[in-house]
């Protein structure tokens, strides 16, 4: 039997959380990570191995990018519609176009010969880029993250009970 911990997690608090559970079942778990690349069709997991995957919820949603060669998701269809895309970050002057956030990330939001340039129709905004970028040059702006703090702290408030689906 192996363990998988396949996680997506832009700003790594996922991967705490993913980490920690993993190592409840073993300390030897195979570690695949979504946030940089999709998943690899060919890693085949067995009927006795377990799979341990997570991701993070943005806007109510599970962003379909991170687990679409996966699982098929569970919950309404249509896909209920992205309501963050004014969070989109955007870059400062301090942006040096180095590129790590355009290769940093697979929705290709961000593009590698103009790292400046940003597609908000593909942007999630899960805050990678604001999180890895050296020069600290990517923000969102300072009136829509407190409107989005105090949704959060509403809707993270009170304890989600875990829901089985099989
Ligand atoms: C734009 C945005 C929208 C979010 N929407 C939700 C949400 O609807 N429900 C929720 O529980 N958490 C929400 N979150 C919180 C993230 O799920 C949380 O920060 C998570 O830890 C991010 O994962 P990571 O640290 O692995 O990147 C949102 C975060 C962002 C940036």
Redesign the pocket.
């Known amino acids: 039997m192996k363990i998988y911990n396949i996680c997506f ?7 705490k959380v993913a980490d920690i559970v993993s190592r409840g079942f073993s300390e030897q778990f195979e570690f695949i990570d979504l946030t940089e690349k999709s998943f690899d069709n060919n890693i085949s997991i067995k009927p006795d191995d377990i799979a341990i995957i997570s991701v ?5 949603r599970v962003p379909e990018v991170a687990v679409k060669n996966i699982m098929k998701l569970e919950g309404n269809r249509p896909y209920k519609n992205f309501n ?1 895309v004014s ?1 989109v970050p955007k870059p400062t002057n301090k942006c040096n176009k180095c590129g790590l956030c355009a290769t940093k990330f697979p929705v290709g939001a961000i593009y590698i010969n103009n790292p400046k340039n940003v597609d908000s129709s593909k942007c999630i ?3 990678r880029c604001v999180y890895i970028c050296p020069q600290f040059s990517r923000k969102v702006n300072k009136v829509l993250l407190s409107g ?1 703090t105090l949704a ?1 702290k509403s ?2 408030s009170e304890r989600k009970e875990c829901e089985l689906f099989i």
């Open positions: 997690s832009p700003t790594g608090g996922t991967k993070p919820s943005y806007g109510g963050c969070m905004a899960c805050m989005a959060l809707v993270c």
